[in-house]
Every structure is written in structure tokens, then in C-alpha cells.
Nanobody
Framework: QVQLVESGGGSVQAGGSLSLSCVAS????????MAWFRQVLGGEREAVAT???????GYINSVKGRFTISRDNAKNTLYLQMNSLKPEDSAVYYC?????????????????WGQGTQVSVSS
């Protein structure tokens, strides 16, 4: 059984930092593309950052230079370091994994999902 378990969410003031982790079990993070998505209440789920094989990364414009996605193969864990947080970054953040390369942050190409972790940024 595949499980993706996120942690690290919380509440911070604007300008602060948070580090999200996603521990995978029953699935090897080197299998394919992985990504962090976020969703606000009533909104669509959007890809924030992706990491593919062997390691190219991608980000939406609004987080470039502030967020960093990385993967620790030995710990089978995906990370998202978020710096200079803004109120508009507030959302539920989801870890997602694909069995394939080149997912490009496309929702329907993701195979497995975590339960989500809330990030709240106050001004």
C-alpha cells in the first residue's frame, strides 16, 4: 500500500519560512516525477513545484526564487523549502507522486496523493 505523509505545515507571518516534508512508503521516490500542489478553499489544485528524473525542477512563477523542491532518495522523502512566504501562499499543500517521468505538474498524471498539510501566512 502506497502512502505519502506530509508534515511541516503551520502558521507563520509574512516573510517567514516553512519546510514541508513528504515521506513515501510502498513507493520509491526515484520511480518518477514528484510534485507539490496547493489548493485554497473553493479553488483548483495547482502544481507549485515539480522534480523529475534525474533531477530537473520546475516552479510556478509566483514562487520562483522563494521555494525549493528537493528529494532525498535515501530517506525516500520529498521536501519543499518555502522562504519569504506571502499571505497568498496560504493553502493546503499536497505531495504527489507519479509512476512516470515528465509529469509537468499535470494533475491527472499524478498517481498517488498525500492527505495535505495546511500552510497559513498572516500579513
Amino acid at each position: 500500500q502506497v502512502q505519502l505523509v506530509e508534515s511541516g505545515g503551520g502558521s507563520v507571518q509574512a516573510g517567514g519560512s516553512l519546510s514541508l516534508s513528504c515521506v513515501a512508503s510502498g513507493f520509491n521516490v526515484t520511480t518518477g516525477c514528484m510534485a507539490w500542489f496547493r489548493q485554497v478553499l473553493g479553488g483548483e489544485r495547482e502544481a507549485v513545484a515539480t522534480i523529475d528524473l534525474p533531477g530537473p525542477t520546475g516552479y510556478i512563477n509566483s514562487v520562483k526564487g522563494r521555494f525549493t523542491i528537493s528529494r532525498d532518495n535515501a530517506k525516500n522523502t520529498l521536501y519543499l523549502q518555502m522562504n519569504s512566504l506571502k499571505p497568498e501562499d496560504s493553502a493546503v499543500y499536497y505531495c504527489a507522486a507519479s509512476r512516470y517521468r515528465g509529469c509537468g505538474g499535470v494533475l491527472h498524471l499524478m498517481t498517488y496523493w498525500g492527505q495535505g498539510t495546511q500552510v497559513s501566512v498572516s500579513s
